[in-house]
């Protein structure tokens, strides 16, 4: 077993290898945790003005995301893990764009296979990796090009994955003290923190497939 961590802001050209799209605070915590809560599915965007307009298509969808850290005014929730914890979204179908996340799924849509992951549901998708030779953990990162906490959650993979050593403590710890987690704690983001940083949130594997984010079915 191989994990390549890629930097999905500064790629333009990526394989067709199987990959994990990476973005810790806090998308790939937040799509996971609204399937937990009931949502059917999840059609992600790349644009403000594309989730608008199928939000005027389809008035009975959710609409969700945020640009730089807030919430896109005229949405109704934002890209916010706490938000979505105290939030009922039984069947229902949310478009949801963000920052960074959304922009580099869009880059990489066309892999074998794509997992949405995270400390919330790493574990629960951690035994569906073994299946692949090589696994491509693709960073989010920030327009300036990096995001500690998506490295430090790759490089946890990538150990826990080519050495089977679960450092998930260590990387919490690097994670706490580093830029990412203090930039959005200065904007509010306190308790989004805390719930992007605990394990076992969501007990399933979280896919993107024909466009649209979903509970990885049985097989």
């Known amino acids: 077993m191989e994990v390549n961590i890629v930097n999905g802001r500064k790629e333009n050209q990526f394989s067709k290898n199987p990959k994990i799209l990476i973005d810790i605070y806090r998308s790939t915590t937040t799509m996971p945790l609204m399937l937990k809560k009931g949502a059917s599915k999840i059609i992600p965007v790349s644009s403000v003005s594309v989730a608008k307009k199928m939000k005027n298509e389809y008035p009975d969808y959710i609409i969700a995301g945020e640009r730089y850290g807030f919430k896109v005014p005229g949405f109704q929730m934002s890209n916010s893990p706490y938000e979505v914890m105290n939030t009922d979204l039984d069947g229902k179908t949310i478009i949801f764009t963000s920052t960074n996340g959304t922009k580099v799924l869009n880059k990489i849509k066309d892999s074998e296979v794509i997992f949405i992951c995270s400390y919330a549901n790493v ?25 500690d906490e998506d490295y430090y959650f790759g490089m946890f993979v990538k150990t826990y994955m080519e050495t089977g050593k679960d450092q998930f403590d260590y990387y919490i710890e690097q994670t706490r003290k580093g830029q990412g987690t203090k930039r959005l ?8 923190v805390e719930l992007c940083l605990q394990r076992d949130l969501v007990p399933f594997p979280v896919i993107f497939q024909n466009g649209e984010i979903i509970r990885k079915p049985q097989e």
């Open 123 to 147: 574990f629960a998708t951690l035994p569906f990796l073994k299946n692949f030779s090589v696994i491509e953990a693709v960073l989010s990162g920030r327009p300036d090009g990096y995001a």
């Open 185 to 192: 704690s200065m904007i509010g983001g306190k308790k989004d």
